[in-house]
T-cell receptor, first 116, second 114 residues
Framework: AQSVTQLGSHVSVSEGALVLLRCNYS??????LFWYVQYPNQGLQLLLK??????LVKGINGFEAEFKKSETSFHLTKPSAHMSDAAEYFC??????????????FGTGTRLQVTL | NAGVTQTPKFQVLKTGQSMTLQCAQD?????MSWYRQDPGMGLRLIHY???????DQGEVPNGYNVSRSTTEDFPLRLLSAAPSQTSVYFC?????????????FGSGTRLTVV
């Protein structure tokens, strides 16, 4: 069964500092991995996705993530935080090669706070 | 292209009432699913469908029913609402993406059961 662990339910960074949000996954088959962002009282917006092509994935708003199979990780980074990055971030995994195409498994989320 | 449309956006129910959360997609996606979001628990899969006439249970199916009579629609029914079903509900449709799948989410339905 697939699963996702997000380390740190709350992360606080200063504006301009590096953002690092951690995600580790477990999957019995090659995974597809996603990062979503959710702003207060809004739906989910896709930041980026890994689909077994390049291991370094670039997304929107300056975010990127690196797939590391040996570490079963897919950490999200941004070199310089902006106040507008304050939101909740979810890592998710789906098993790309099974019949359960609708089953996306989410982590519990990390709330990012950006301070002046 | 409207994507995935969920109605209503907000709903308050009394314990024991029934209601249907609507979900429609206009992208001809084969796969659809329902999730609930609760603080500190992320999103959890309730039910999913791999095509018209085919549905299956997810992680937290109790208290919810679904059916899929058309490709476009995937309603979620609460037969007898309970306070534990207070949550934000998201519908998603899935599409083929390389060897796997991508997902499009609706904007959510915020449900309160009193």
């Amino acid at each position: 069964a697939q699963s996702v662990t997000q380390l740190g339910s709350h992360v606080s960074v200063s504006e301009g500092a590096l953002v690092l949000l951690r995600c580790n996954y477990s999957s019995s088959v090659p995974p597809y991995l996603f990062w979503y962002v959710q702003y207060p009282n809004q739906g989910l917006q896709l930041l980026l996705k890994y689909t077994s092509a390049a291991t370094l994935v670039k997304g929107i708003n300056g975010f990127e993530a690196e797939f590391k199979k040996s570490e079963t990780s897919f950490h999200l980074t941004k070199p310089s935080a902006h106040m507008s990055d304050a939101a909740e971030y979810f890592c998710a995994v789906s098993e790309g090669f099974t019949g359960t195409a609708s089953k996306l498994t989410f982590g519990t989320g990390t709330r990012l706070q950006v301070t002046l | 292209n409207a994507g995935v449309t969920q109605t209503p956006k907000f709903q308050v129910l009394k314990t024991g009432q029934s209601m249907t959360l609507q979900c429609a997609q206009d992208m001809n996606h084969e796969y659809m699913s329902w999730y609930r979001q609760d603080p500190g628990m992320g999103l959890r899969l309730i039910h999913y469908s791999v095509g018209a006439g085919i549905t299956d249970q997810g992680e937290v199916p109790n208290g919810y029913n679904v059916s899929r009579s058309t490709t476009e629609d995937f309603p979620l029914r609460l037969l007898s609402a309970a306070p534990s079903q207070t949550s934000v509900y998201f519908c998603a449709s899935s599409y083929k993406l390389g060897g796997g799948y991508g997902y499009t989410f609706g904007s959510g339905t915020r449900l309160t059961v009193v």
